[in-house]
């Protein structure tokens, strides 16, 4: 059974920094790309970012140069470093990622950033 873990979510002040992580467990971790989408109030789910098995990496332009993904294939976690949010950041964050063509998400954590 795939599960998905998001945490490391909060309420923090434009400009300022947080690191969320998502804890995964029931996949072959070290072969499957992970993703973080966002969603915010009244909005659809929006791509963030991905990191292949390989570590390759790739950015909504909205991130770039701002959020670094990253993965442990030894603890089966991957992160999202996010630095000099914006208000425009606010949403619930999900992990997400497809196996065998069928969509897996965690529950989400919010993140909030007051300008």
């Known amino acids: 059974q795939v599960r998905l873990v998001e945490s490391g979510g909060g309420l923090v002040q434009a400009g300022e920094s947080l690191r969320l992580s998502c804890t995964t467990s029931?996949?072959?971790?070290?072969?499957?790309?992970m993703d973080w989408y966002r969603q915010a109030p009244g909005k659809q789910h929006e791509f963030v970012a991905s990191v292949t098995g390989g570590g390759d990496t790739n950015y909504a332009d909205s991130v770039k140069g701002r959020f670094i993904i990253s993965r442990d294939n030894t603890k089966k976690m991957v992160y999202l470093q996010m630095n000099n949010l914006e208000p425009e950041d606010t949403a619930v964050y999900y992990c997400?990622?497809?196996?065998?063509?069928?969509?897996?998400w965690g529950q989400g954590t919010q993140v909030t950033v007051s300008s």
């Open positions: 029931g996949l072959f971790f070290s072969i499957s790309t």
């Open positions: 997400h990622t497809i196996i065998n063509f069928h969509n897996y």
